[in-house]
């Protein structure tokens, strides 16, 4: 899944394709480079975001998924029903839902839906997250997620981590060497590292530009995990990385 933001400040790709001709022009590259799925957001999650008013997140994507979606597969990535809808109906085939409470809308409309973990909202989430037990937290509630949208009709689910939503250093790594107690769902897993904070702070303060050894290990692990799908940046070179991976295991890893 090649991530497409088309927002003035996501934390990585923020402002650079806010012209929907540079938008479709760097997805389609990226189909090019191998991905799966484009993944067009119009709303910055990062922490501390504000939200986004629904109107100028439409603007924002809408226009981009009707001019890709003939060429490529596209998911919205989208805390907004009335978005997601609209999206849908400009050709997105996967909701990517942050908030992870869209199930009614795929299940209406018929596509796929990425439930994710995030604890509190953008806004706050980095204040001070706190768990008990990371791993079974997250797991438990994707699981029940995944089981209320399975109960609603929804046909393709996938279930995501949520890395860098209302979690620690700590946190991450604990969610991340444990993946396959997600996959041991049985629901297949998204996990989104690519460029993180984490990996800036593992990687002693590098930069978001400066992340793409980190990036490409949490991929290849998330593989060698049995992850289904990645969510990345640096499509390339996942690509890459990702067959070799590919070459030694069962099932290929989508990007
Ligand atoms: N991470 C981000 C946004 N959407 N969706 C899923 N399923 N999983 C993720 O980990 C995930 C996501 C945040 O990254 P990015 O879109 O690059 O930045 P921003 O939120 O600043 O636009």
Not at 47 to 69: F, I
Not at 100 to 128: C, F
Request: charged share 20%; net charge negative; hydrophobic share 45%.
């Amino acid at each position: 899944m090649g991530v497409l933001n088309v927002t003035p400040d996501s934390f990585s790709d923020g402002g650079r394709f806010t012209d929907p001709e540079a938008a479709v022009a760097r997805g389609l590259e990226m189909k090019l480079e191998g991905a799966d799925v484009i993944d067009v957001g119009g709303e910055s999650t990062r922490p501390g975001a504000l939200p986004v008013g629904e109107t100028e997140e439409r603007r924002r994507v809408l226009e981009v998924v009707a001019a890709l979606a003939p060429d490529v597969a596209v998911s919205v990535d989208t805390r907004s029903a009335a978005v997601a809808e609209a999206a849908v109906e400009a050709g997105a085939s996967l909701i990517n839902d942050v908030s992870a409470s869209l199930w009614p809308v795929a299940a209406a409309l018929g596509v796929g839906w990425v439930a994710m973990h995030m604890q509190g909202e953008p806004r706050t989430m980095q204040l001070d997250p706190r768990y008990d037990d990371v791993v079974s937290e997250v797991r438990s509630f994707l699981l029940a997620r995944a089981e209320q949208a399975g109960a609603a009709g929804v046909r393709e689910v996938w279930i995501d981590p949520g890395i860098g939503f209302g979690k620690s250093l700590e946190h991450n790594l604990a969610l991340v060497r444990c993946l396959d107690h997600l996959v041991g769902t049985g629901v297949p897993v998204l996990v989104g590292a690519s460029r993180k904070g984490f990996l800036g702070a593992l990687l002693g303060g590098a930069p978001t530009d400066d992340r793409l050894e980190g990036s490409l290990a949490v991929a290849v692990w998330a593989a060698t995990s049995g992850v289904g799908m990645v969510r990345v940046h640096d499509v390339a070179a996942t690509v890459q990385a990702l067959r070799l991976v590919g070459d030694t295991t069962t099932t290929p890893v989508r990007v």
